[in-house]
């Protein structure tokens, strides 16, 4: 993390909410369905496919839980109607994990069978290093079901393992950086060996006949990506890059005009401003746009 970025997300509890909420509407799509629809129907004109993602992590209350999972429901059904081009992403801890393991997985058995009626797909995120065993867990029991994937993190010692015990056939894994705060003993900290982990994690994914969603804005890995689809001939149909919302979209246009499949994260909903501070410790542009709003320079 340069200086600069360093001192940003030191004073970031200084930085007035307004502020930062300006700044994130560039990367989250608004607060309701209709408004994160009209976003994907923009980015599927331009050839980019989405995941849509209901923000709000770490739920206390059975009730709200139960209201996520309604909101998925919703969501796959105006999905279908409107015929874009959409699967959804959700996180366990919105849905109960924290709550009871088995409140949760009956709602995301809820949100699979949705999916299914719909003809749609459903992605496991993967949260902070605490939960990271019951996610797989529950990613490997409902795989059977066939519309659902999980998420690797690069920075985590542990991925390389993981990939190993993905199940034999039909395991779809979008493979990131990772973002949340975590020791030393768990992830890797080095920005370069989390690069070089990626690339490994990757590769390994490729070899297994493992669907990759090759997620990243960072134009190395992006070209180590692509020398691997080209040395390994991995067919267009295994894999997509992804990026988020507001995030790179010149890389974006030029993966789009080379052929590439590539899935945009389309966050929206209420809970906007702990989604924003994290991809601010994450990411030095957005950095850069909160203090340009700071000191009035934004257009």
């Not at 989250?28 to 599927?44: K, M, Q, S």
């Not at 065993?133 to 991925?159: C, E």
């Not at 295994?238 to 790179?248: A, I, K, N, T, W």
């Amino acid at each position: 993390m340069g200086l600069f970025h360093w001192l940003v997300v030191r004073g970031l509890p200084l930085v007035p909410k307004g502020i930062v909420g300006r700044v994130a509407k560039r990367y989250v799509a608004g607060e309701t369905l209709d408004r994160a629809l009209e976003t994907i129907r923009t980015l599927n004109a331009e050839g980019a496919m989405a995941t849509l993602d209901l923000l709000g992590e770490e739920v206390r209350e059975p009730a709200r839980a139960v209201a996520a999972t309604e909101e998925y429901e919703r969501m796959l059904a105006r999905i279908a109607e409107t015929g874009v081009d959409s699967n959804v992403s959700i996180k366990l801890t919105s849905l109960g994990l924290e709550i009871d393991p088995d409140l949760c997985r009956s709602n995301v058995e809820r949100i699979l069978a949705t999916a299914r009626r719909h003809g749609n797909f459903v992605r496991i995120d993967m949260e902070d290093a605490t939960t990271t065993d019951a996610t797989l867990a529950i990613y490997r029991d409902l795989h059977r079901h066939g519309n659902v994937g999980v998420v690797f993190q690069a920075y985590m010692r542990r991925t390389l393992n993981d990939i190993s015990h993905l199940p034999a056939v039909g395991a779809n894994v979008r493979l990131c950086k990772g973002i949340y705060l975590e020791p030393r003993a768990v992830a890797f900290r080095a920005y370069e060996t989390v690069r070089l982990n990626f690339l490994i994690a990757l590769e390994k994914l490729f070899a297994r006949g493992v669907y990759v969603g090759i997620a990243t804005h960072d134009e190395h890995l992006v070209c180590g990506a692509l020398g691997l689809i080209d040395r390994l001939k991995v067919p267009r149909e295994r894999y997509e890059f992804q990026m988020l919302l507001g995030v790179e979209p010149e890389l974006r246009k030029i993966l789009i005009g080379q052929g590439h499949r590539l899935r945009v994260y389309v966050p929206y909903g209420a809970d906007w401003y702990a989604y924003s501070t994290r991809r601010l410790r994450e990411n030095p542009e957005v950095a850069r746009n909160i203090v340009r709003s700071v000191l009035g320079l934004s257009k």
